[in-house]
């Protein structure tokens, strides 16, 4: 027999004991079992970036084992929000409706994110005023993770500029270039 799926990986492992039952109770245990991650950013509402690995994504029937999820992760609320391209370029599009300005000064501390610079250091520099939504801090420390992500499942590919791209246009448009 071929073996297949065979990955060459560290992983870190928690001991867990599971009796076997019938099927719907075993189940249930099943379902009750933490959640696994990292915290890999803190905001400073309480709430944290956390990355959980392996994501599961598959490209052409193969699983890409260096993916992982971002969440959003509230403590208080025990919640994990698997926040997308899609919802934070909406954020952001919302805030340009309330605030221009705001959102071009939001969008140019994406560039430098996307550019390589680390979040904390830049907003230990600049502040940035919310007009409207989520948290602009959020949403710049999970996109460092969701672009970090991109760049690990499409390493010959365009990575982190396949998001940048509609961001990227929403800041010129807004600056009018």
């Known amino acids: 027999m071929a073996r297949r799926n065979i990955y060459k990986h560290s992983i870190e492992l928690k001991k867990l004991t599971v009796k076997n039952s019938e ?11 933490p959640y696994r991650g990292y915290e890999v950013e803190d905001i400073t509402d309480g709430r944290k970036i956390v990355i959980v690995k392996p994501g599961g994504k598959q490209a052409w029937g193969k699983m890409r084992k260096e993916d992982y999820f971002v ?9 994990l929000w698997q926040i997308t391209h899609k919802q934070i370029l909406e954020d952001l599009k919302q805030k ?14 994406f560039e430098k994110v996307y550019k390589g610079e680390e979040p904390d250091d830049i907003l230990k520099e600049i502040s940035l005023v919310n007009p409207i ?12 993770w969701i672009w970090g992500q991109e760049d690990v499942n499409y390493p010959k590919g365009k990575g982190r500029e396949m998001s940048w791209a509609g961001l990227k246009e929403l800041l010129e448009n807004l600056k009018g270039v």
């Open 133 to 144: 939504g989520e948290n602009p801090e959020a949403l710049l420390k999970a996109y460092k």
């Open 23 to 33: 099927r719907y109770e075993f189940a249930k245990q099943l379902e009750n079992i």
């Open 96 to 109: 340009a409706e309330k605030d221009k300005n705001c959102t071009i000064k939001i969008l140019e501390v």
């Open 71 to 79: 969440f959003i992760y509230n403590p208080l609320e025990q919640s």
